[in-house]
C-alpha cells in the first residue's frame, strides 16, 4: 500500500520560509519521480514542483522558479520543497505526488497523493 504523508506547513508571513517533507513508503522511493502540487480555495490543483527519479533534473512552475527548491533523500524515503520569499498568492493545501517509475521531470501527476499540508501567508 502506497503512503505519502506530509509536513511542514503552517501560518508565515509575507517574505517568510518553510520547508515541506513527504515521507513515502510502498514503493522504492528511489525509482520515483516526486511531486509537488497546490491547490487554492476555489481553484483547480496546480503543478508547482517536480524531481527526477534520479535527483539529476528538476522543473518548477514560473512563478515560484527562484524561490522554491526541490529535493530528495532515498535514504529516509523523503522529498522536500524550500520555499523561500513567500507571497500571500502562495496560500493552497500542498499536496505531494508519486510519479513515474524511473520517470524524469513532469507536470503530469501519478495516480497517487498524500493528505496535504496548509500553507498560508499573510500579508
Known amino acids: 500500500q502506497v503512503q505519502l504523508v506530509e509536513s511542514g506547513g503552517g501560518l508565515v508571513q509575507a517574505g517568510g520560509s518553510l520547508r515541506l517533507s513527504c515521507v513515502t513508503s510502498g514503493r522504492t522511493f528511489s525509482m520515483f519521480a516526486m511531486g509537488w502540487f497546490r491547490q487554492a480555495p476555489g481553484k483547480e490543483r496546480e503543478f508547482v514542483a517536480t524531481i527526477s527519479w534520479s535527483g539529476g533534473s528538476t522543473y518548477y512552475r514560473d512563478s515560484v522558479k527562484g524561490r522554491f527548491t526541490i529535493s530528495r533523500d532515498n535514504a529516509k524515503n523523503t522529498v522536500y520543497l524550500q520555499m523561500n520569499s513567500l507571497k500571500p498568492e502562495d496560500t493552497a493545501v500542498y499536496y505531494c505526488?508519486?510519479?513515474?517509475?524511473?520517470?524524469?521531470?513532469?507536470?503530469?501527476?501519478?495516480?497517487?497523493w498524500g493528505q496535504g499540508t496548509q500553507v498560508t501567508v499573510s500579508s
Open positions: 505526488n508519486l510519479g513515474a517509475a524511473l520517470g524524469g521531470v513532469t507536470t503530469t501527476p501519478g495516480p497517487y
